[in-house]
């Protein structure tokens, strides 16, 4: 099966800096790429995602990069905010309909004004 | 439009007594998941439901483990007898089917003691 890797598990980053996390996958088959944020005591939510035949996406101060060929995808966050601060997870899935996702272990950002 | 909801939101029992949580998914989602999500880590997938069939249970512990979706709307996950590991919070999400985003609920956190 699938096995996604997050890493760091904790990035503390001045206001104003950029964020960068990075996940690694383990199946070729996987083509859909999801980004969720959880902040602490509240439900994950999704905040942008990515699918196999594009290599970087934006939104924002948020956009994601794919390397197919690698097997790792990031998320970049830009000019970052205190409201920023949450656990950040990335997720792969073998299908573009995404309902078959194997999230990473998450990453702790912290966000100091 | 309400999201996904779900009950409790705590439940505190000792170990080997039974449990049961409720989800109910965002009107005409038909696709439903239910995740178990450890302190510090991702959500991990324990069964997922395309309406009223179970799709995917690779994951569910049959041993103590059960859950149903019999009118293919709300659900409920069950543990009998609960073990002191099963502590975590569960979460339920849903999504169209072939739909990408998963909307999660704000889950159920489980203390075993």
């Known amino acids: 099966g699938e096995n996604v890797e997050q890493h760091p598990s904790t990035l503390s980053v001045q206001e104003g800096d950029s964020a960068v996390i990075k996940c690694t996958y383990s199946?070729?088959?996987?083509?859909?790429f999801p980004w969720y944020k959880q902040e602490l005591g509240k439900r994950p939510q999704l905040i942008i995602d990515?699918?196999?035949?594009?290599g970087e996406k934006k939104d924002q101060r948020i956009a994601v990069t794919l390397n197919k060929t690698a097997k790792h995808f990031s998320l970049h966050i830009t000019e970052t905010q205190p409201e920023d601060s949450a656990v950040y997870f990335c997720?792969?899935?073998?299908?573009?309909?995404?309902?078959?996702?194997?999230f990473g272990g998450g990453t702790r950002l912290m966000v100091k004004p | 439009e309400a999201g996904v909801v779900q009950s409790p939101r705590y439940k505190i029992i000792e170990k080997k007594q039974p449990v049961a949580f409720w989800c109910n998914p965002i009107?005409?989602?038909?696709?439903l998941y239910w995740y178990l999500q450890n302190l510090g880590q991702g959500p991990e997938l324990l069964i997922r439901?395309?309406?009223?069939?179970?799709?995917?249970d690779s994951q569910l512990p049959k041993d103590r483990f059960s859950a149903e979706r019999l009118k293919g709307v709300d659900s409920t996950l069950k543990i009998q007898p609960a073990e002191l590991g099963d502590s975590a919070v569960y979460l339920c999400?849903?999504?169209?089917?072939?739909?990408?985003?998963?909307?999660f609920g704000p889950g159920t956190r489980l203390t075993v003691l």
């Open positions: 199946d070729s088959a996987s083509n859909y």
């Open positions: 439901y395309e309406n009223e069939e179970a799709v995917d």
């Open positions: 990515i699918r196999s035949n594009v």
């Open positions: 009107s005409g989602h038909n696709t």
């Open positions: 999400a849903s999504s169209l089917i072939g739909g990408n985003e998963q909307f």
């Open positions: 997720a792969a899935s073998p299908n573009n309909a995404g309902n078959m996702l194997t």
